[in-house]
């Protein structure tokens, strides 16, 4: 297939990137490789990707060059989008709430504007676990109510969900937004609690654990995640004249339009997951409880059963042996001088 990601050099499309060009697929990526975390992390990602699958064209690129992107949708004309690129984060919306909806919304709309210039068979989406804010009704459901938001980086991913409902109905435009739940791997972002954690506990300082470490977190393996994307490739929504709309069911649509949960499917309270960074570290964590984050969703779990019936595949990766894996790599990268053990 002939597949345009956004947000190639990011985590999640690295990721994607390296597991479609094995596959053999015709891959090609953009990335405005922004500042939001050092740069050299996202290079030194697509160099380890290209040392592994070879080279892809990979457009340093910015969501908002609309005539760019034009003549790169023009030149590709992909039959798949995988669109990652975002301000991930709920913490970043809350100092930066103008660049937060600029990039999260107008990059999404420009996008679609793309898809429905340059028809194609599948658009696929990053949504976020954060949509489920108030609710706290767990396991989470793709067909919960989702309309308390507690930052506003879950709203602008609750509102791109709607954004593509409308161009999905509007232009046919078959569209699968993905609800991910705690994302963690190899090559994982700074600003998440595997990378701050892994290194406070090296360096021999405080990590912070927010609500006391009595969150419970679903998070889910890179790979199992990348897995489940590229069985939804070929599985795009298909319109569904009976759909009902007396009783309309949020996470499906008469429009070719699907959400999915991807999640672990099983929640740990952050106090065993500092232990077990612990235990793989061979260190202590000097650990400061803190009161509840502003914006902070209490716990997730995901239900994600829906996928699993489509994509006849769910996790397999336990977070022990994620974490370690996550330990090798973080080790290697960044090798982090140990103070003496305590
Ligand atoms: N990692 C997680 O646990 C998690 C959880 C829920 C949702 N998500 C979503 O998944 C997607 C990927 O997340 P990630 O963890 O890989 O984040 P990431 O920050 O590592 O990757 C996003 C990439 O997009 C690029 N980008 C951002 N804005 C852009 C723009 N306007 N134009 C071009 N490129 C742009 C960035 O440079 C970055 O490389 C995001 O949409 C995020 O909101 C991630």
Known sequence: MNILITGAAGFIGAHTALRLLKDGHQVTGLDNFNDYYDPQLKHDRVRWVEQQAGRFPLYRLDLGDTEALDRLFAQVRPQVVIHLAAHAGGRYSLENPRACLDNNLGGFLNLLEMCRRYP???????SSSSVYGANYHLPNKASDTVDHPLSLYAASKRANELMAH??????????????????????????????LFAQAICEGRPLKLFNYGMHQRDFTYIDDLVESLVRLLGKPPARNPLWNREQPDPATSMAPWRLFNIGGQRSVQLKDYVATLEQLLGRKAQVEYLPLQPGTVLDTCADASALENVTGFGPQVPLAEGLGRFVDWFQSYYRPPLPPRS
């Not at 194609?120 to 990053?126: C, D, F, K, P, V």
């Not at 409308?166 to 990378?195: C, N, Q």
């Open 120 to 126: 194609l068979e599948h658009l696929i989406y990053a």
């Open 166 to 195: 409308s161009y999905s109905h509007l232009f046919d435009m078959p569209a699968t937004g993905l609800r991910f739940f705690t994302v963690y791997g190899p090559w994982g972002r700074p600003d998440m609690s595997p990378v």
